[in-house]
């Protein structure tokens, strides 16, 4: 039997590394962007996989985000950012995904949808805790200086 040439192993090679470098891609898709699951892989073990990896992300937010959980409830937070998570895959780091959890929140109660963020002293204190960390600088000291301000926003 005659033995493969440098260029045919080469070739074999780099089919193999393509190969997978697919697989992966779709292995990651499936795990943080709720993609259909790959051939080859068994889909009740990535589900468990994928509860467990935004479990952690919800874990990073409520640290580097602790109103959050005091605001809407550890139990309510961590089901509604759950819902948030799937299928939408992290991108810009912990701060700007707590930042867009708290956004869909208002978002999703603004047209008069129940949510997380339905009831109103709930709305008000999201509201309250995303405009200070949105704008471009904090919002202004002192009581009366802060309520002038969020008034003129809306």
Known sequence: ?????GTDAARDLSG???RLSRAQAGLLATLVAGAPVPPGFDADRLEVQRRALIGKRADVVAKVAPELPQILGETV?????AAYARGRPMTGGYRLDALNFAGHLLEQGADGRKGPAA??????????WWLERSGPEPLPQGRI???LHLLRLG
């Open 16 to 18: 193999a590394r393509e």
């Open 145 to 147: 200086r802060r309520r």
């Open 1 to 5: 039997m005659a033995e493969p040439s």
């Open 119 to 128: 009831d109103r002293s709930t709305r008000r204190k999201l509201r309250l």
């Open 77 to 81: 937070f961590r089901s509604a950012f």
